[in-house]
């Protein structure tokens, strides 16, 4: 048993000291002038590879690697095709945003979101609730990666859950900390072509283990039936638990902060067409054969699984000779550490730049000192995290899609109108910002469900229409106030003549 383990660990090794050595090469590369602009954009240099594989790896975790396929054992072929509404995150993230987002961010020199949000509405407060939402919504979203990572090595190698957490918890701090953006991108390529192999490696395994596909599907039948149908057992995924989740998981992808910085720090157009062309078929591939892979692994374990969430690891070890298992897991482990990496360098973004320096305008900042400062915070929250990851829940699925949604709920019209309509102002987006927060807390917290719907569905609703109303009242108000600053100037002038 301990040689097997070790096999398993070895390629795991191996994969872990690229990492760190991609990371050192960033960091080496980092140029010497705007370190701090580097340090979270890159300084906006990815080609079409790059972006669709940050984009990609991003997009993809813990969730996508260990609770999806929890949530295709535990409720059979429907949550596969369900799994596939978020084949079109990449097209919308950036057929949406792309161009427009990335000159937007190019004039106004901006390095987060919340920049580009006071760029558009100008307004101090909208800066200061988007950079208070991004906080506590990526702490719920991290914590679920730091989660994932420890319970993969828990099951797979059989290290205890709190050594594997400060193992992975620290080792993805460090290089994230000292590597940035730049580090992080070239991560994502290198995990994304991990993944790939992972997930396509894991799926043919599972098949020829299971005896052949008519066979797993034979030996689903007899399980229950209803694993075999597009609602799932008890009728679980009904048509309202399916268009939320299409909101929540794709439509919605568009409002989240971490893919929004990305599509501000590409190259030129030719990246954006051929991002969503590489992006879209690599995030398909990975969403079909894991979810798959899930569903039949069904058929194979039938152990009494403390949670779903151990049953890619537990099918991994069965299917997988050692040393391929060591390297599919190394594939779950990408997908963590990239998310990991985007959100944590964009809590740092928010925290030095949206709040530190914010509260110093006048101030010259010294660039060496903000990136210095910018990895202090970046560890010393990722620490922060590793307490908060100690005691796990059930399924990671639910926390990611809680955190996922309260994001959604508060950002996506602020951008979107932000970017199409010429009108919005910043009456309007934070109004939109606090009704979305607030309903969606309130849904969520009380477990409200309107006509069945998740909390996103209702939120957005509610947000949108706030955001057209309190944008009329806005610019009726601002109308207003000019015309009376204009008569009194008027009559100023008349008074100075008489």
């Not at 997009?59 to 079109?88: D, E, K, R, T």
């Not at 730091?146 to 190698?157: C, D, N, P, T």
């Not at 560890?379 to 399924?395: E, S």
Request: hydrophobic share 55%; proline share 4%; net charge positive.
């Amino acid at each position: 048993m301990q040689t097997y383990r070790i096999d398993i660990i070895l390629p795991l090794i191996i994969y872990l000291f690229l990492v760190f050595a991609l990371s050192i090469y960033a960091y080496m590369k980092r140029k010497k002038t705007e370190q701090f602009t580097d340090y979270f954009i890159g300084n906006r240099t990815m080609g079409g590879f790059l972006l669709a594989m940050t984009l990609v790896a991003t997009y993809i975790s813990a969730s996508s690697f260990i609770g999806g396929p929890g949530a295709a054992y535990q409720y059979g072929l429907g949550w596969v095709l369900l799994s596939m509404i978020q084949v079109p995150t990449v097209l919308l993230s950036l057929g949406i945003l792309g161009k427009k987002f990335a000159i937007l961010a190019r004039k106004y020199n901006a390095i987060t979101l919340s920049d580009m949000l006071y760029a558009q509405y100008k307004s101090r407060l909208i800066v200061w609730l988007a950079s208070l939402t991004i906080v506590v919504a990526f702490i719920g979203a991290m914590t679920v990666q730091f989660v994932g990572g420890a319970r993969l090595l828990e099951v797979s190698v059989g290290i205890p859950y709190e050594i594997g957490l400060l193992i992975f918890g620290i080792g993805t701090v460090i290089y994230t900390a000292f590597g940035g953006f730049r580090a992080g991108i070239l991560n994502d390529a290198f995990q994304g072509l991990v993944m790939i192999i992972g997930a396509i490696l894991l799926l043919v395994a599972t098949i020829y283990v299971g005896g052949g596909i008519p066979a797993i599907v034979t030996r689903l039948h007899e399980i229950n039936p209803a694993l075999l149908t597009p609602q799932g057992p008890d009728n679980f995924m009904d048509l309202p638990f399916m268009v939320s989740f299409w909101v929540l998981v794709c439509f919605g992808v568009v409002g989240l902060p971490h893919t929004a910085v990305r599509c501000m720090a590409y190259k030129d157009s030719k990246a954006v067409h051929r991002g969503i062309i590489i992006g879209t078929i690599v995030i398909t591939v990975i969403m079909f054969t894991m979810h798959l892979a899930g569903v039949f692994g069904r058929a194979i374990i039938q152990d009494d699984l403390s949670s779903p969430d151990g049953v890619v690891p537990l099918l991994m070890i069965r299917v997988l000779p050692p040393i391929a298992a060591g390297i599919f897991l190394a594939a779950p482990l990408a997908a963590i550490m990239s998310t990991i990496n985007a959100q944590l360098l964009q809590v740092s973004s928010v925290i030095i730049k949206d709040l530190y320096v914010s509260m110093r305008p006048n101030k010259v900042h010294d660039d060496k000192k903000l990136t210095r400062l910018s990895i202090f915070i970046t560890t010393l929250f990722g620490a922060l995290l590793i307490f908060a990851a100690w005691k796990p829940p059930y399924m990671i699925i639910w926390l990611n899609l809680l955190a996922f949604g309260g994001l959604e709920a508060v950002f996506l019209w602020p951008l979107v109108l932000g970017l199409y309509w010429k009108n919005a102002n910043a009456t309007g987006a934070l109004s939109a910002m606090l009704a979305g927060a607030i309903s969606y807390t309130l849904l969520a917290i009380y477990n409200i469900k309107l006509c069945q719907f998740h909390a996103i569905i209702p939120s957005l609703l509610i947000g949108f229409v706030v955001f057209i109303v309190a944008n009329y009242i806005g610019n009726h108000i601002g109308n207003y106030t000019k015309s009376r600053i204009s008569n009194r100037c008027k009559q100023s002038v008349v008074n100075v003549i008489n």
